[in-house]
């Protein structure tokens, strides 16, 4: 298996275990690789849910730019609800998992299709 192999096993067992979700393989791949190389660096493959100006950049850059979502509320809300879901305890949030809670939060898989 490959390095990003072994990535993508490891959020799919973040997301059974510890987000109570069975994860859709084919689109938790594609977000990861969407993640680019920062899912090999040990700092930008993390997101921070105590971090107010990290949360911001998953809401512009991934959720306004990416997903093609209007500014508003309900995006910081969905993040608080990702976040909360996963853990706020939980040290390593990991970013590909973050954005593909997100991305079906939002119902947005077409934008990986």
């Known amino acids: 298996?490959?390095?990003?192999?072994?990535l993508i096993a490891k959020y799919a067992?973040?997301?059974?275990?510890?987000?109570?979700?069975s994860p859709d393989m084919?689109?938790?791949t594609k977000v990861t690789i969407g993640c680019g190389p920062s899912i090999?660096?040990?700092?930008?493959?993390?997101?921070?849910?105590?971090?107010?100006?990290e949360l911001d950049t998953v809401k512009n850059n991934f959720l306004i730019k990416k997903l093609g979502l209007g500014?508003?509320?309900?995006?910081?809300?969905a993040i608080d609800a990702v976040i909360t879901t996963y853990g706020k305890s939980e040290r390593?949030?990991?970013r590909?998992?973050?954005y593909y809670m997100l991305t079906k939060h939002f119902?947005?898989?077409?934008?990986y299709g």
């Open 92 to 94: 390593n949030k990991y």
């Open 40 to 53: 090999y660096n040990a700092d930008a493959s993390t997101v921070s849910g105590s971090d107010q100006s």
């Open 71 to 77: 500014d508003g509320p309900k995006l910081d809300e």
């Open 1 to 6: 298996m490959s390095k990003r192999d072994d």
């Open 96 to 98: 590909a998992v973050v």
């Open 107 to 111: 119902g947005k898989e077409s934008v």
């Open 26 to 28: 084919d689109l938790l």
């Open 13 to 21: 067992d973040d997301l059974k275990n510890k987000c109570g979700m």
